[in-house]
């Protein structure tokens, strides 16, 4: 069921995959205060070069809000003062210059906020992984910024989640399970969750079933149930709706042809 393309949010606990999230040590916390230094890095969009410069404020790399960088990415950016729109096949949003940001009409606390330097506006890097799903990498020692689409290329799941008080989860783990015929057992998929935002590839046409989510904030270990969810490389975005505050419910499926992505609303 194509289901309106919704970023994904919950009423509980979250997931994100460690190995796909940004190095932390990569990213030092951004600051609202005027940077008193910065460095040109060099940004690499799916793999060619851009005109486009980020530059290395206090240790944290960020990403111009140029509409040129993010329509290689599969996004449309508009500007409206200090208020951005963005929208792509399977998300759609807006932030300002504050942590505050509306994913697919639903409010999200970003773990970064966007800061203008010498004219320009830039957002750190970690936003653009947690906003926009994309797969971004920060490499010192070369000074190179590295920002990829997955679409039509993999089956990506990215959102947010929060806690029941509609606070983010601040760490977590998530985990789902695919039958894998060649070991004839259960193959698991463990995600990280940080701020609330989780993003994880899966492998395309591939069933998995539901999420187990553990929030280190708590100490009991939560299993949500929730259909099984079959993605697919160049999938439109597929949504799942919650109807209680315990538990992930609703059909998931998939149609569409571009996105590569989904998205889905855990409730």
């Known amino acids: 069921?194509?289901?309106?393309?919704?970023?994904?949010?919950?009423?509980?606990?979250?997931?994100?995959?460690?190995?796909?999230?940004?190095?932390?040590?990569?990213?030092?916390?951004?600051?609202?205060?005027?940077?008193?230094?910065?460095?040109?890095?060099?940004?690499?969009?799916?793999?060619?070069?851009?005109?486009?410069?980020?530059?290395?404020l206090d240790k944290t790399p960020y990403v111009?809000?140029?509409?040129?960088?993010?329509?290689v990415l599969g996004y449309k950016l508009t500007q409206s003062g200090s208020l951005y729109r963005f929208t792509s096949a399977a998300v759609?949003?807006?932030?300002?210059?504050?942590?505050?940001?509306i994913i697919n009409n639903e409010p999200v606390t970003l773990p970064e906020a966007a800061i203008p330097y010498k004219g320009k506006r830039y957002a750190p890097l970690r936003l653009l992984s947690?906003?926009?799903g994309l797969e971004?990498?920060?490499?010192?020692?070369?000074?190179?910024?590295?920002?990829?689409?997955?679409?039509?290329r993999q089956a990506l799941l990215f959102g947010y989640i929060t806690r029941q008080d509609g606070t983010p989860v601040k760490k977590g783990m998530l985990s789902m399970t695919t039958w894998s015929p060649a070991l004839k057992s259960n193959v698991e998929v463990s995600a990280t969750v940080t701020e609330g935002?989780?993003?994880?590839?899966?492998?395309?046409n591939t069933v998995y079933q539901p999420f187990s989510?553990?929030?280190f904030g708590f100490t009991n270990f939560i299993l949500h149930g929730v259909d099984p969810i079959t993605l697919q490389a160049g999938g439109d975005a597929i949504s799942s709706h919650g109807r209680t505050q315990t538990e992930l419910v609703g059909p998931l499926a998939v149609s569409?042809?571009?996105?590569g992505e989904e998205s889905h609303n855990l409730r």
């Open 1 to 56: 069921m194509h289901a309106g393309n919704r970023f994904v949010r919950s009423l509980m606990l979250t997931l994100i995959t460690a190995f796909l999230l940004l190095p932390l040590d990569a990213f030092a916390a951004g600051t609202q205060q005027a940077p008193s230094a910065s460095s040109p890095l060099r940004l690499m969009l799916n793999g060619k070069l851009s005109k486009a410069v980020p530059i290395l």
């Open 64 to 71: 111009p809000l140029e509409p040129a960088v993010f329509a």
């Open 92 to 101: 759609s949003g807006e932030f300002g210059s504050d942590k505050a940001a």
């Open 130 to 132: 947690s906003l926009f």
């Open 136 to 152: 971004a990498v920060y490499r010192p020692k070369t000074g190179t910024i590295e920002l990829k689409s997955t679409a039509g």
């Open 197 to 204: 935002f989780f993003r994880v590839v899966l492998q395309p």
């Open 213 to 215: 989510v553990f929030d």
């Open 256 to 259: 569409g042809r571009d996105a």
